[in-house]
């Protein structure tokens, strides 16, 4: 049973550039959730996804964005990068909705995002 | 407006004694709390969590009590062993089911 990965590991961004940030959840697992982790925080939730919909949503601006593929691997997306989107961003696979599954979510390792 | 509050940045202790982690929260409507420890670069790991309905949860070492009246809660781990040494964050689910974290707590268990 493979676990949650996540590429890239770290990445430098300039402001206004677009980023995305892909997740392979693990074996099983048809949800993802997203959160941003900044520096000296804990994480916070951006979205959740459940069988290729988005079902959740955080207090983030709608150039946050995801995808879920038919497989279960996701990616997030973030437009127009602003200095305070540099951050660790965490994915988490789930078997069932967040209100089902909140003890097993499994998280990947991150993607350190810096922007200049 | 922080929901979930560790106000501990960190906590060190001697293996074999207690570690006690504290966890004070604002939202009411909270209705199920979890802890998470985390290794450097690795995720958040599950631990323990604990259900608005009760107020202590044991698995082995670890154990978790919750004052809901004070909206406070508590992760006591005993004994303490070095492999313990992480970063802690208490987590509680809302209303839309969405988990709202604290900012962590660093545990060091010294030998």
């Known amino acids: 049973e493979t676990g949650v990965t996540q590429s890239p590991t770290h990445l430098i961004k300039t402001r206004g550039q677009q980023v995305t940030l892909r997740c392979s959840s693990q074996s099983g697992h048809n949800t993802v959730s997203w959160y941003q982790q900044a520096l000296g925080q804990g994480p916070q939730f951006i979205f959740q996804?459940?069988?290729?919909?988005?079902?959740g949503r955080g207090n983030f601006p709608p150039r946050f964005s995801g995808l879920q593929f038919p497989n279960y691997s996701s990616e997030l997306n973030v437009n127009a990068l602003e200095l305070d989107d540099s951050a660790l961003y965490l994915c988490?696979?789930?078997?069932?909705?967040?209100?089902?599954?909140?003890?097993?979510?499994?998280f990947g390792p991150g993607t350190r995002l810096t922007v200049l | 407006d922080q929901q979930v509050k560790q106000n501990s940045p960190s906590l060190s202790v001697q293996e074999g004694r207690i570690s006690i982690l504290n966890c004070d929260y604002t939202?009411?409507?909270?209705?199920?709390f979890l802890w998470y420890k985390k290794y450097p670069a690795e995720g958040p790991t599950f631990l323990i969590s604990?259900?608005?309905?009760?107020d202590k949860n044991e698995d082995g070492r670890f154990t978790v009590f919750l004052n809901k009246s004070a909206k406070h809660l508590s992760l006591h781990i005993v004994p303490s062993q070095p492999g313990d040494s992480a970063v802690y964050f208490c987590?509680?689910?809302?209303?839309?089911?969405?988990?709202?974290f604290g900012k962590g707590t660093l545990l060091t268990v010294n030998p």
């Open positions: 996804y459940y069988r290729e919909e988005e079902n």
């Open positions: 604990i259900s608005s309905i009760k």
């Open positions: 987590a509680a689910r809302g209303s839309n089911y969405k988990l709202t």
């Open positions: 988490a696979s789930s078997w069932g909705q967040l209100h089902q599954s909140t003890d097993t979510q499994y």
């Open positions: 939202n009411s409507m909270f209705d199920y």
